[in-house]
């Protein structure tokens, strides 16, 4: 039985997906009972004072989901729809990616509830110091270790590392990834989301033994994943004939000329008047007769009202729930393979991971290290994703959450958690 209708709330949407992988794989009830909730969760009162002189108090975040794999990981977001709920199923979902790379790590996740465009840089500054004061006691490079997310960036992170290594009066850059470059930060990491995403699909490609090379490839939003991934997808050979960004998108049949595309959005800031395509909408792109559909943009695109009319083989989401589970369960019976975003946009931690490796070890690694090694992590945990589908007859979203789970059990099983 559902514990609720998860769909309108992802925190108990979160643990119906850990509750389907604990009776799939004959786990022990006492499994589901520590994964259905955090480990540890933390509600904080940030204040701030003004530029004029007034003080705010901002509500904060900081949710680890479970550690029996390493210290908890995830991003930071600043966004007025931030809420507890919100906050823990995105630190679930973090356990899941990270199990499935194979990264030593749990899964974590913060958040503050607020409009960051009311506020200075000098206020977002002070935001961003008195939120790690006052969750310093439960974060650490051992412990739990934040990254860039909605509404937050690099110079956030480094002031964020800055107010850590303050109060242990000590440089502690592995405490914090998504770091600028001079003080830790990991070359690749800025477009690691898109390239993992093409690695990875290119994996699930060879599963289906559809030739990448040659293959029409469909780009719904091209900022920084949706632009990494075209690009790179057209370096690889296939063919991209479409993207588009939020005010619409462009077709050409023979493929787009991604470099005179990018210049033209570099100097334009937008899409729409590119001379060497023709205009379509963001709802024709999605059901364009393409291989392979990249929806790259927001969550909730493809939906059981247009899930019947798409036509790719794969559907690689490079956004966060961009497929909404009706659409799953239509895609799925349809044949359509989905590439679910929990490995789709995997790049950006997998790298993080690198980071703070690096970090540790106070040696820091080429960029082509770099992205050799994230290509083999993205590939590796396809293959172990199309396995665990192959085998319980699932779809690969649900075959993600298997491979977690699994290892996540291990995890505890030796370290004396289960009983």
């Known amino acids: 039985m559902a514990e609720a209708d998860g769909s309108l709330n992802p925190y108990l949407r979160a643990r119906e997906a850990f509750r389907d992988a ?31 002189g007034s003080l705010a108090v901002f509500t904060g975040y900081r949710s680890q989901h479970n550690d029996a794999l ?51 840089e000098r206020e977002i500054e002070r935001l961003s110091r008195e939120y790690i004061r006052a969750v310093s006691l439960i974060i650490g490079p051992e412990k739990d270790i934040p990254a860039p997310d909605v509404s937050t960036n690099p110079q956030i992170m480094a002031w964020m590392v800055d107010e850590y290594s303050r109060i242990r009066g000590e ?11 001079v003080i830790g930060g990991s070359p690749g990491r800025l477009e690691a989301t898109g390239r993992g995403l093409i ?10 033994g559809l030739a990448f090379e040659g293959a029409t490839v469909a780009v719904q939003g091209f900022g920084n994943v949706g632009s990494v991934a075209a690009l790179l997808a057209s370096r690889a050979g296939a063919r991209v004939v479409a993207v588009s960004d939020k005010e619409g998108g462009l077709y050409r049949a023979q493929g787009l000329d991604l470099d005179r595309l990018l210049a033209y959005k570099r100097d334009h800031r937008r899409l729409a008047g590119f001379p060497e395509a023709e205009p379509i909408t963001n709802a024709q792109l999605l059901e364009l007769p393409v291989d392979i559909l990249i929806p790259a943009a927001l969550e909730n695109q493809i939906t059981a009202e247009n899930a019947p009319r798409i036509q790719a083989r794969i559907v690689a989401e490079g956004a966060n729930g961009p497929t909404t589970p009706e659409a799953d369960r239509i895609l799925f019976d349809k044949g359509v393979m989905v590439l ?54 699932v779809p690969l979203r649900q075959a993600a959450y298997l491979v977690a789970t699994a290892r996540v059990a291990e995890a505890m099983r030796v370290r004396g958690w289960l009983k």
């Not at 690695?199 to 289906?208: G, N």
Request: aromatic share 8%; net charge neutral.
């Open 22 to 52: 604990v009776e799939r794989l004959g786990l022990e009830p006492a499994v589901y009972e520590i994964l259905k909730q955090p480990l540890r969760f933390l509600e904080v009162a940030v204040p701030v004072v003004r530029d004029d």
């Open 70 to 120: 390493g210290p908890t990981k995830g991003g930071l977001r600043f966004h007025p729809s931030v809420t507890a709920d919100e906050v823990r199923a995105l630190s679930m979902w973090m356990t899941v990616k990270s199990a499935l790379l194979g990264l030593p790590y749990g899964g974590g996740k913060g958040g503050i509830a607020v409009d960051v465009d009311t506020l200075s």
């Open 171 to 181: 440089n502690t850059f592995g405490l914090i990834t998504g770091k600028p470059l």
């Open 199 to 208: 690695h990875a699909t290119r994996a699930l490609a060879r599963e289906m």
């Open 340 to 393: 679910p975003d929990v490995l789709g946009n995997a790049g950006g931690v997998t790298v993080s991971y690198f980071e703070w490796v690096q970090n540790q070890t106070r040696y820091y690694w080429t960029e082509t290290e770099v992205n050799e090694r994230l290509e083999t992590f993205m590939t590796r945990a396809m293959t172990a994703m199309h396995r665990m589908h192959a085998r319980y007859g």
